[in-house]
């Protein structure tokens, strides 16, 4: 059953042999999809014979965002926390102890709950790949079940015990780390795909984090690294050394950090969502860009530090606040995440990609930033499968 999709005003591939620029961006496009896979991209003038015909209007079609770094497995609320940093106080990485005390108080159900309704508001937004991550535990059976819960929303399951320091560890953040790469992993690594770790000051210094990284790859986890969020520090380096997939946050760069990164496979993933939500300096985009750095942009979906699903809302402050261009940034928002996630089937338009599709109300991708906050995205495909809006 193949359906074609065309007249599509902009074409945003993502794949640069497809079309102009960074994005490959083609007009009055057509697409073929089948068996929940692109088959065929082109003009709508040469498009083939297809069995269902779905006329774009001049709309916008783009790859569905991939979300390369969330945290959805919680509960509880941090509003107050927002409102007294909105009200002057500086943010520590220790507020995620509030986060882990009420997600280990809560039920299954709840935390199940939690983690449909973040991926189903996601989804209504675009996104059709999100990773998440434990964290919020810090104890084996809660890790575990954090993973659990997520591998059955997600195959982009991130153990991160290392998140920050158990609070029953306080006085012996080593005892911890040994948990962590002991009975933790144990029990978390049939759970998940890869290993994170919180490198920063107030978390996991560069051996405590060099630990965690390589006993997760040692039980056949890829590596993925918080990096240099709050500070200058080693996590950058660290992550490049260990072949890690991706460094996150990537906000405070020294010019030896921007080379490694040059230099290595490892991904930059840059969570503007954070810096607007702790009123701090972003990240400099064009300066990776520059450098030739994959650059990502993801959400990182906490309830802390940035509390928005939002990809368009990620792209939107790319472009105005990190030096992106519109087509830059929404190439960052899908092409960079799939490949954050080593995920080639995602992240583009082109044949035999899966099709994971966004329509804007828009006749460009560029609306996505020039009309920040407005809901664009009138539908969202699913391996070829239309499940926004519901019903359709
Ligand atoms: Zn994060």
Redesign the pocket.
Known sequence: MATAITDIGTLLTCDPSLGEGPGGVLRDAAVVIDGGRVAWVGSTAAVPAADDAYSARGRALLPGFVDS?A?LVFAGDRTAEFQARMSGRRYSAGGIRTTVAATREATDEALEANVARFVGEALRQGTTTIET?SGYGLTVPDEARALRIAARHTPEVTYLGAHVVAPEYADDPDGYVELVTGPMLDACAPHARWVDAFCERGAFDADQARAVLTAGAARGLVPRV?ANQLGPGPGVRLAVELGAASA?HCTHLSGADVDALAGGDTVATL?PGVEFSTRSPYPDARRLLDAGVTVALAS?C?PGSSFTSSMPFCVALAVREMGMTPDEAVVAATRGGALALRRPDVGRIAPGSRADLVLLDAPSHVHLAYRPGVPLVAAVWRGGVVVHPAGE
Do not use: A, I, M, S
Request: charged share 40%; glycine share 0%; hydrophobic share 10%.
């Open positions: 770094h945290h991550k918080h996150d969570l990182d906490n």
